[in-house]
């Protein structure tokens, strides 16, 4: 089973402040994807990267692929309450089924 | 709005139900997938068709059967509910096999 692990679990933030959450794998995935959900609601999806060393940036978030396929990292400048969710990494495996992270929650206070 | 849509939105019954979930997928798209999310197990896959036909499974118990219909549709079939099964089910569809996956709405359901 290829594992994917995010850190922190939990962050919370004040409104202008910057954050930086992790995901990382023993394995390669030929593609990660990020999520982020809001509670009862189905995850919508920030972004796919695919190339090792990637790096996509999306207004105040960047998005980076490990060199090696294996870890990802999405960080978030002057964060504002809209922000506020629950962010999931998931690695696509065989057949395209993505194997998710835990995910961190990520709350950010005006 | 992904473009997936998902009913019910909610779902309450009792151990030993059998439930269908009904998932559409967005417009164009061949893949759906179904995934259980849980407190303590998190996003889980379960299940994945393409046109029609099964292409992988993940842990999805014997209980719990799916398929995908002709015009693209999808069922999720929960027999002999158990507590445990209370969850979030979600679907998502992709064009492809290795495309993004875009997921509904999700489905509620509360076994009691």
């Known amino acids: 089973t290829q594992l994917l692990e995010q850190s922190p679990q939990f962050l919370s933030i004040q409104e202008g402040e910057n954050l930086t959450v992790y995901c990382n794998s023993s394995s390669v995935f030929s593609s990660l994807q990020w999520y982020r959900q809001e509670p009862g609601e189905g995850p919508v999806l920030l972004v796919t990267v695919v190339t090792g060393g990637e790096v996509k940036k999306l207004k105040r978030l960047t998005f980076q692929f490990g060199d090696a396929r294996k870890d990802s990292s999405l960080h978030i400048t002057a964060a504002q309450p809209g922000d506020t969710g629950l962010y999931l990494c998931?690695?696509?495996?065989?057949?395209?089924?993505?194997?998710f992270g835990a995910g961190t929650q990520v709350v950010v206070t005006p | 709005d992904s473009g997936v849509t998902q009913t019910p939105k909610h779902l309450i019954t009792a151990t030993g139900q059998r439930v269908t979930l009904r998932c559409s997928p967005r417009?164009?798209?061949?893949?759906v997938y179904w995934y259980q999310q849980s407190l303590d197990q998190g996003l889980q896959f379960l299940i994945h068709y393409y046109n029609g036909e099964e292409r992988a499974k993940g842990n999805i118990l014997e209980r719990f059967s799916a398929q995908q219909f002709p015009d693209l549709h999808s069922e999720l079939n929960l027999s002999s509910l158990e507590l445990g099964d209370s969850a979030l089910y979600f679907c998502?569809?992709?064009?492809?096999?290795?495309?993004?996956?875009?997921f509904g709405p999700g489905t509620r359901l509360t076994v009691l």
């Open positions: 998931a690695g696509a495996t065989s057949w395209g089924k993505l194997q």
């Open positions: 417009s164009g798209d061949l893949s």
């Open positions: 998502a569809s992709s064009e492809d096999v290795w495309n993004e996956q875009f």
